[in-house]
């Protein structure tokens, strides 16, 4: 786990601002949900025999009341919990967006940590496939948001649980003959949850996956004709995509067409998006059955690729307020609420200090003007404005012509 310092911050302030209108711009809305749930939503939605679930899940007993409680590791599963609870279903299919901190015990990876965040995207009650179109338009479209390029989309369908259920019984087959290839972690998993050796990121095991059955080979019409659609919908709105058939991601409840977004600079680790359908999932939690989609991206690992790819301007403020002398002290906090309220940001310097040491530290915030407040322009109800970013004579304004040189200086035109 780790901590955010303020000179990373706006990196994160940049990415919130920049999601913000891009979900609002699609009519998507947000939902707020717990960190802790009962560790049984997550049994029954993740599976069982999961990695997030076996080994990965913080759990504990709650001493109060015997219930076993998990700090939630992934979203979907919480947002559709909700969704039931509240009968937001009733009111008709719903778009929504959540943001927050998630938690697994897994091994640190570049750009993940224990603690991680997430911005995830449900769609409940749509059966698409022009939704799950829509969830890849829109993250092409912020990709192009937030400067990034290299951002490749693998695509694939996992079909109907039938398919999965006649796949499965050959992959298993398939992995028995060879089962003296395959590292502990598939051997484990060989029966609990044999689709996700498919995934092992382990070199040695690449050509085996290669060579095994292909799930394509046992979907029924209907999952082929919604891949085929889906695949339409993104060569008409222009977005690339890569099919790759051992892509199964790792939460048992998706069926249908799966995703990850990929980048190169990652490492091993590459997905920095991934969802997919899951229709079975509100039925599974509790609910009616209804059709549903979504994705999460983990923020940390995006935002490795936003400092490397692009120029994010961090925050400074228009104004330091920069005041010495005891009519100055008072006089300086209320012209720098005013400046405030016509709409500056303004760092008021605070703690004392002699005027050099002020103009120092004025320098060093990155403000484009200091405004320097004495007794004298107290006395007389005015300030004075030394520009810091350009060579300019310092000049002595009343507060109003002071807001309209300091807007012109920062370039706001109201």
């Not at 913080?58 to 919480?78: H, I, K, W």
């Not at 390029?149 to 693998?154: A, P, R, V, Y």
């Not at 050099?356 to 007389?380: F, H, L, N």
């Not at 002595?396 to 035109?413: F, M, P």
Request: hydrophobic residues 40%; negative net charge.
């Amino acid at each position: 786990m780790n901590d955010i310092l303020p000179d990373e911050s706006y990196l994160w302030e940049f990415f919130e601002e920049t999601v913000r209108d891009w979900l609002g711009s699609y009519g998507y809305r947000n939902i707020r949900t717990p960190v802790l749930e009962q560790t049984d939503l997550f049994v029954r939605s993740i599976g069982a025999a999961t990695d997030i679930v076996e080994k990965e899940m913080y759990t504990f007993v709650d001493e109060l009341n015997g219930e076993n409680l998990a700090l939630r590791p992934e979203g979907t599963a919480a947002c559709v919990r909700a969704v039931i609870e509240h009968n937001l279903l009733y009111a008709g299919p719903q778009r929504l967006w959540y943001w927050g901190p998630m938690f697994r015990h897994e091994r640190p990876q570049k750009g993940r940590y224990r603690q991680f965040h997430q911005v995830g995207v449900e769609a409940l009650g749509f059966a698409g496939p022009d939704v799950d179109a829509e969830h890849l338009v829109m993250c092409a479209r912020l990709w192009r948001a937030l400067g990034l390029d290299g951002i490749e989309l693998e695509l694939n369908t996992l079909g109907d649980s039938d398919a999965r259920v006649r796949y499965r019984a050959r992959l298993v087959q398939y992995l028995q003959r060879n089962e003296a290839q395959l590292d502990g972690d598939s051997q484990r998993r060989l029966h609990s949850n044999p689709l996700r050796v498919l995934d092992s990121k382990n070199p040695a095991l690449q050509d085996l996956i290669a060579g095994a059955p292909r799930l394509a080979d046992d979907l029924d019409e209907s999952s082929i004709k919604a891949f085929d659609e889906l695949q339409a919908l993104l060569r008409d709105a222009g977005v690339s995509y890569r099919i790759n058939p051992r892509l199964v991601r790792g939460l048992d409840y998706y069926n249908g067409a799966v995703y990850e977004w990929v980048s190169g600079r990652l490492g091993a680790q590459n997905a920095v998006c991934a969802g997919g359908r899951y229709d079975g999932l509100v039925e599974q939690i509790g609910g009616k059955p209804a059709p549903a989609c979504g994705f999460a991206m983990g923020i940390e690992r995006l935002l490795v690729l936003v400092k490397d790819g692009s120029e994010v301007p961090s925050r400074v403020p228009d104004v330091y307020l920069v005041r010495q002398g005891e009519l100055a002290e008072r006089f300086g906090a209320r012209v720098a609420e005013v400046l405030r309220d016509a709409g500056l940001d303004v760092l008021l310097h605070c703690g004392g200090g002699s005027f050099k040491s002020q103009m120092r530290k004025a320098d060093a915030s990155g403000a484009r003007v200091a405004v320097i407040v004495g007794d004298d322009e107290s006395g007389a109800g005015v300030v004075s404005l030394k520009p810091l970013r350009e060579a300019a004579q310092q000049v002595r304004a009343s507060i109003d012509e002071a807001i309209d040189l300091i807007k012109k200086s920062v370039g706001r035109t109201s």
